[in-house]
């Protein structure tokens, strides 16, 4: 039993011995590594953002790097009310909280299908679309994230060789959310609109292809 016990210890400290050798000391001495910091953009809208057709495939990857990552959850014909009902919010909450990034900004789009006429989809343009917004904004910062609210991006509709600014209420609601609640804005209708007409009824068409 002595002899057994003697030559297990004498394997165990022949092993701690070449592990110890092995490590070269160059590793010994290496720095600690930087930790890196990573943030992450989530877009949250409707098809005017969405990966069919919106804006937010193009912006993902002019602003993606090893850094930073951009995850697109708009939902073509959302509005403020039914992202939310039907669970799409859920996992745009989900992203917000995904730990280990410095920074999450989360952008906001919405207006076009808040408009009246859109069953199942349309809200009130007085009280219950900036509510819908002010909600999202404090959930965003609630998650630890930062909010950005856009304007919607304008229509490409013509009379007469002007453009029709018919989403003009909904964008001025917006305006208004962001300056109440201190939230940055980007006013996507106003630089989309004076390009739009800039361009005119055709050269405007492939923006919107």
């Known amino acids: 039993m002595r002899a057994s016990t003697w030559l297990l210890g004498s394997v165990l400290l022949g092993l701690m011995s070449v592990a110890?050798?092995?490590?070269?000391?160059?590793?010994?001495d290496r720095p600690a590594p930087t930790p890196i910091r990573a943030s992450k953009i989530v877009?949250?809208?409707?098809?005017?953002?969405a990966v069919q057709g919106g804006w937010g495939p193009a912006f993902c990857?002019?602003?993606?790097?090893?850094?930073?990552?951009?995850?697109?959850?708009?939902?073509?014909?959302?509005?403020?009310?039914?992202?939310?009902?039907?669970?799409?919010?859920a996992l745009a909450d989900a992203?917000?909280?995904?730990?280990?990034?410095?920074?999450t900004w989360v952008l906001v789009?919405?207006?076009h299908n808040d408009q009246p006429g859109k069953p199942g989809r349309?809200?009130?343009l007085q009280r219950e679309f900036p509510d819908n917004l002010?909600?999202?904004?404090?959930?965003?910062?609630?998650?630890?994230?930062?909010?950005?609210?856009?304007?919607?991006?304008?229509?490409?509709?013509?009379?007469?060789?002007?453009?029709?600014?018919?989403?003009?209420?909904?964008?001025?609601?917006?305006?208004?959310?962001?300056?109440?609640?201190?939230?940055?804005?980007?006013d996507l209708h106003a630089r989309s609109r004076a390009v739009v007409q800039a361009l005119g009824p055709v050269a405007s068409m492939p923006l919107a292809q």
């Open 43 to 49: 877009l949250v809208g409707d098809s005017t953002t």
């Open 109 to 111: 789009q919405f207006g």
């Open 134 to 186: 002010r909600r999202y904004v404090r959930e965003i910062r609630a998650a630890g994230a930062q909010p950005v609210l856009l304007t919607p991006l304008t229509r490409r509709q013509f009379a007469d060789g002007v453009l029709i600014d018919d989403l003009a209420p909904w964008a001025e609601a917006v305006r208004t959310v962001a300056r109440e609640m201190k939230v940055p804005l980007v």
């Open 20 to 28: 110890h050798a092995a490590v070269d000391p160059a590793v010994l």
């Open 122 to 124: 349309s809200t009130d």
């Open 61 to 89: 990857a002019r602003h993606v790097t090893s850094f930073l990552t951009c995850t697109n959850l708009a939902r073509g014909g959302r509005s403020t009310y039914n992202y939310r009902a039907e669970g799409s919010w």
């Open 95 to 103: 992203e917000m909280r995904t730990p280990g990034y410095a920074t």
